[in-house]
């Protein structure tokens, strides 16, 4: 039977090839390759850096984006080390090598300044990127994520994983099962809460590749003990939410927003999920692009 996920992406390809978008591979050193989806137009027009989730690569998680940014501004989407065509034969499984390689592919692009979109593991890769090169991030927006774990937000992420029983972040984010699946899909949703089985499985099949290396990129995320220290970020920082986000609620953006300071500003949408770009994707990029129109002074 023919993978459903296989056959839309020349229908995803061929979206972004009509906003102007098409696939560059850029070898960041020997042995590291990074796919980025790239507009024609770097150097006319502001550049946005859409970074996906854990789940899956950047084709599918900004499919709805896309478009609707591409008319104002120059858009590139890269697919992180171990997802999509983005690979790598270093043994760093850091969100720092990550935020690394996605600044030197960015660079070797054209691109000077950028402003960046980060959702769920993308924005803490986001972060990073931000931290490490904060002349070269002019402004963050940070859909699901957090800087790091400290153990108050970790212990509400566990206890909201209990409930779905699953023990580890590796359980629920790399599921082996259509059951698992479901549950995954659901658990990141708030709208739509069942899947049929095959969608699942052919989700699995094409989404799942590389499982080691992705266990490692767990294994290897931040964790703080001190929440009580400010986050000092140059740049101006808007968390855009889903009110109905059950992996990191909208009790942790707040938290978030504290941390951060007044540089930080929060937006939700109501009856939006963890995956608020996919539940609610005109919403959110109305959202989107007022926030981005601010940051640029756009009308």
């Known amino acids: 039977m023919v993978n459903v996920f296989t056959t839309t992406k020349p229908c995803g390809t061929f979206l972004m090839k009509l906003s102007g978008i098409t696939p560059q591979k850029i070898e960041i050193s020997p042995g590291t390759i990074m796919n980025f989806w790239v507009s024609n137009e770097i150097s006319k027009k502001p550049v946005i850096v859409l970074i996906h989730g854990f789940c899956a690569d950047g084709l599918l998680t900004w499919i709805f984006q896309v478009p609707s940014l591409a008319r104002e501004y120059s858009v590139i989407v890269p697919d992180l080390l171990f997802f999509g065509d983005s690979i790598t034969d270093n043994s760093d499984r850091s969100t720092g090598f990550q935020a690394e390689c996605l600044a030197k592919g960015l660079r070797k692009l054209g691109v000077e300044k950028c402003s960046v979109v980060g959702f769920s593991y993308g924005g803490m890769v986001g972060f990073k990127l931000a931290k490490m090169y904060p002349n070269f991030v ?39 099962t259509i059951n698992a699946g479901s549950k995954l899909l659901a658990f990141g949703s708030h709208r739509f809460q069942w899947f049929p089985d095959f969608l699942v499985s052919d989700f699995l099949e094409v989404m799942y590749t590389n499982r080691k290396e992705k266990a490692q990129l767990l294994e290897a995320l931040d964790f703080c003990d001190d929440d009580l220290t400010p986050a000092n970020y140059s740049q101006r920082i808007h968390l855009l939410w889903g009110a109905n986000d059950r992996i990191l609620s909208l009790e942790v953006a707040h938290m978030l927003k504290v941390k951060l300071g007044d540089k930080a500003r929060l937006i939700w949408i109501e009856d939006a999920g963890h995956i608020v770009q996919m539940d609610r994707p005109f919403l959110y990029n109305s959202c989107l692009k007022k926030i981005l129109a601010s940051v640029y002074n756009l009308p």
């Not at 957090?146 to 599921?175: Q, T």
């Open 138 to 176: 002019e402004s963050m927006v940070v859909t699901g994520a957090v800087m790091e774990f400290d153990d108050e937000r970790n212990d509400k992420a566990r206890e909201s994983l209990k409930k779905e029983r699953f023990a580890r972040w590796s359980h629920f984010l790399m599921p082996e």
